[in-house]
């Protein structure tokens, strides 16, 4: 599919990592000198946007509660999830409802790559290299009827392999929705891979959703199912906690989580340059996605 919208980060922000140390090198340099110290703040909120993460923060750094709620569990039990055969069944209001495999939607798709800032409800982010197609390709190919409104997902449920479905944590399978104009917009994907690789199975193998100006638990994890519908779906952090975790939940600085503020946000990795920075409106996606909301009360429908 054609680009449809102009990217801000682009391969050359996955920076080698010797480079990356020069220029957090050159921006320490920059600081703390008169008006230079104004410049200096600009270009490091800037570079703060830009900063690459590495492999193993992407992979070892994640949010699969299926396989338990510590940050590194996903990385030590999602290894048993069987992925291949993997099928999606695409049913509802569709004209060509069935069980589609994993190959058979490869195989149909474009895949390209889209670097993403990424930003999770937990006030964390990360920019990451995804490969995948658009949502709207698949949805296409299914046919959406007409009187469509909702896109609903679900993640395999599969207590053998994923031992955190044996606790009550969610509300199992994990479920997600969209609105349509949410699921067909360009930057809406299916991911397939990071960093040119297939995905680990961590981050949600074979096959999951990004919606990058949405906080991350929209993003679901290995779908096995999608569901055309009329009517707004019920999703698992909403249904778990609906004063918390509402339908939209795009990133919104201006919105504070009840417990926490969503002003700002700590950038994953980094070391010793750990540090916070502002959050963007629409986790910087704003002139993409803001006309989905016109009219829209933000703060009611967060
Ligand atoms: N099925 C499923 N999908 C999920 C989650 C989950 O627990 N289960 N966690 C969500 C949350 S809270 C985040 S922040 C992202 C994390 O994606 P990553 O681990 O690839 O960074 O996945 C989202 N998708
Ligand atoms: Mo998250």
């Known amino acids: 599919m054609a680009h449809r919208w102009q990217n801000d980060l682009t391969h050359r922000d996955i920076t080698p990592e010797s480079l990356f140390w020069n220029r957090r090198k050159i921006l320490a340099g920059m600081g703390g000198v008169g008006l230079g110290a104004i410049g200096g703040g600009l270009a490091q909120a800037q570079e703060a946007e830009l900063d690459p993460n590495t492999w193993e923060e992407v992979t070892s750094y994640c949010n699969f509660y299926e396989f338990g709620t510590g940050k590194t569990d ?29 190959d058979q939607i490869l195989s149909e798709m474009t895949l390209e790559e889209r670097i ?7 006030a964390w982010s990360m920019v990451i290299p995804w490969q995948g197609f658009e949502l709207a390709d698949l949805l296409n190919l299914a046919g959406v009827q ?13 207590p053998d392999e994923m031992p955190g479905t044996r606790y009550p944590v969610l509300d199992w399978p994990y479920r997600e929705g969209l609105r349509l104009d949410e699921a067909m917009n360009p930057l809406t994907i299916m991911a397939t891979g990071i960093f040119g690789k297939p995905l680990p199975n961590q981050n949600g193998a074979p096959l999951r959703l990004v919606v990058p100006w949405k906080y991350g638990f929209k993003s679901i994890k290995s779908v096995v199912k999608i569901t055309l519908t009329d009517q707004e779906p019920p999703t698992s952090w909403n249904m778990a906690n609906a004063r918390e975790y509402g339908f939209y939940s795009n990133v919104n600085p201006e919105v504070d989580h009840p417990r926490w503020s969503q002003a700002s946000e700590r950038r994953i990795g980094g070391g010793l340059f750990s540090r916070r920075q502002p959050t963007l409106m629409f986790n910087g996606y704003e002139a993409e996605v803001a006309s989905l909301y016109e009219g829209l009360d933000l703060t009611k429908n967060f």
């Open 116 to 122: 993403y800032r990424f930003r999770c409800v937990e």
């Open 146 to 158: 007409e009187g469509a409104k909702y896109v609903a997902f679900e993640t395999l449920l599969r």
């Open 74 to 102: 996903p990385a030590s039990y999602a290894g048993q999830m069987t992925t291949s055969p993997w099928e999606v069944e695409i049913d509802g209001m569709v004209d060509n409802p069935g069980t589609y495999g994993f």
